[in-house]
């Protein structure tokens, strides 16, 4: 027996309203390796989400009965730390930092890429799962790298005690740079982590992303995210070999 046979196939559990989407995304993400369970309502999704235990929930915000962002919440109340990505046609800030901050992992804005949206899944299944020998957060559940703080529980970055405010993007890069903190990281393993895209050239929107990190930590201390010429960035303090 192969250990693709052996290794238990991941599952998800989509919850929309809309039965042309539950059925698109059920036939990509099956195609893609994916076991999958759909439901059309929040309190179908709770059940199926108690009941089932799904690897991963992609989450409608907009639901008939209950909205997403209450299905998260209440899942979250009951320790359920299923990684969880937000479908929605809302893509306004405020509608982000609520969505995150109840403890969603991640974002996607209707109408969508299929390729796009099972990459992201990916990515967020290999993020949950941690590489081994990555830096984890303290007791309080923060990542500390000298005076930078971030809080994944609460979406939150401070550095010298002073609030720093990052988009969805901004802050999972920063959350995985922190994550890994002292090692070199290469452009390819921070697209395919950060971003959940194989590596094709498209290094340049890692190079933005980490100049808008840098243009929003700087200002308050010595620079934190170093660059190694030709293979990628890495996270330490300056005085760190």
């Known amino acids: ?13 989509v919850i929309d309203d809309e039965p042309n989407i539950r059925d698109l995304v059920q036939a990509a993400l099956r195609f893609h390796g994916f076991d999958v369970s759909t439901a ?12 089932r235990r799904p690897d991963l929930i992609l989450l409608d915000v907009l639901l008939p009965d209950i909205s997403g962002f209450d299905v998260c919440r209440r ?40 390729e796009a949206l099972i990459a992201r899944v990916r990515a967020l299944l290999r993020r949950a799962k941690r590489e081994p020998g990555s830096a984890a957060p303290t007791a309080d559940g923060v990542l500390r790298v000298a005076d930078l703080e971030l809080d994944e529980r609460t979406w939150t970055v401070r550095r010298s005690g002073v ?6 993007t901004e802050f999972r ?5 922190m994550g890994n903190a002292g090692r070199v990281l290469t452009r390819a393993q921070l697209l395919e ?7 094709a050239g498209q290094s340049q929107i890692v ?3 980490v100049s808008y990190l840098r243009r ?19 996270l330490r303090a300056k005085d760190e070999k």
Request: net charge negative.
């Open 1 to 13: 027996m192969t250990d693709a046979e052996t290794t238990p196939r991941p599952h998800v559990l």
């Open 40 to 51: 059309g309502t929040g309190g179908e999704g709770l059940s199926l989400a108690r009941a």
């Open 75 to 114: 899942l979250r109340e009951e320790d359920d730390d299923v990684p969880v990505i937000y479908l929605t046609a809302r893509d306004t800030p405020s509608d982000t930092v609520t969505g995150l901050s109840l403890g969603g992992d991640d974002y996607v804005t209707k109408p969508f890429s299929v």
């Open 163 to 168: 609030p720093v405010e990052l988009s969805p």
């Open 173 to 177: 890069l920063l959350a995985y740079l």
């Open 193 to 199: 982590n950060v971003w959940g895209w194989d590596y």
């Open 207 to 209: 190079e933005t992303y």
């Open 216 to 234: 929003k930590l700087d200002p308050f201390g010595p620079n934190l995210i170093h660059t190694q010429r030709g293979v990628g960035y890495a």
